[in-house]
């Protein structure tokens, strides 16, 4: 199944603020493959860290999983290890079209997806939690508390996997890894008008913190093992491990 182009912005009128809803679901597979640098080599990674470290009967529950591509990966690259995969997203546009891939690859047996707000989650005795750029959509004073329900919720040994956009503390060097990051989008066909509209749109929705600043919030929920597995200029992945 493939995604429309992402031209949510191509015209100049004052743009919206930015709204998981139909209209972005409808191109959001296009828009993370223009936008995330490295997108697809992150999510091997990912498989490649879950393979080692989880067990056969685990679950892994990828939260803020929107259309569902990345679990359909996953279960594709870990199809013979015995793990089950959940997905949970607060917008039924996003589980809709989630669960429509899923019967078209013939993953919906393997996979299950929910409509639900991941702030209260119960999932005692999970293997692994995936936010894969889903907490800097979150208000910053909830991510404490959010962090802390997924180390409460996974089993002891379990993996949290977090990809962010990130911001450098340097204002200088975040300048510039911006302007690289703008570059990379024009490369894949994004006009100036697109990338600013964008921008705009996200403006107080999307807040990123620091690389210091994510793996400070790990610790303080109790991870005691957090690690940089991947940077790309202004985007991050960290892998933090449970105490077994």
Not at 28 to 33: A, E, N, S, T
Not at 193 to 202: N, T
Not at 230 to 239: G, I, R, T
Request: proline share 4%; aromatic share 12%; net charge negative.
């Amino acid at each position: 199944m493939s995604s429309r182009e992402d031209r949510l912005y191509q015209d100049d009128s004052d743009p919206e603020d930015f709204e998981f809803n139909e209209r972005v679901a409808e191109v959001f597979d296009d828009m993370l493959d223009r936008s995330i640098p490295f997108y697809q080599e992150v999510i091997t990674a990912t498989a490649q860290l879950l393979s080692q470290h989880l067990k056969e009967g685990d679950s892994i529950c990828d939260l803020g999983c929107s259309t569902g591509t990345p679990l359909l990966e996953f279960a594709r690259l870990l199809q013979n290890e015995g793990f089950s995969f959940i997905g949970i997203d607060n917008s039924q546009a996003m589980i809709d079209k989630a669960r429509l891939k899923a019967q078209l690859y013939s993953q919906d047996k393997s996979i299950s997806y929910r409509r639900g707000d991941i702030s209260g989650l119960e999932l005692p005795g999970s293997g692994a939690f995936i936010l894969n750029y889903t907490l800097q959509f979150i208000r910053p004073l909830q991510r404490p508390p959010l962090i802390r329900r997924l180390y409460e919720n996974l089993k002891p040994g379990g993996l949290l996997i977090l990809s962010e956009k990130t911001i450098c503390e340097d204002k200088w060097l975040n300048r510039r890894f911006i302007d690289v990051y703008h570059r990379f989008k024009r490369e894949r066909g994004y006009s100036e008008l697109e990338i600013a509209r964008k921008r705009e749109a996200l403006e107080n929705i999307l807040v990123p913190f620091s690389v210091e600043e994510n793996r400070a919030l790990l610790s303080k929920a109790g991870f005691e093992t957090v690690a940089t597995f991947f940077q790309w200029f202004n985007f991050s992945s960290f892998v933090a491990i449970k105490p077994g």
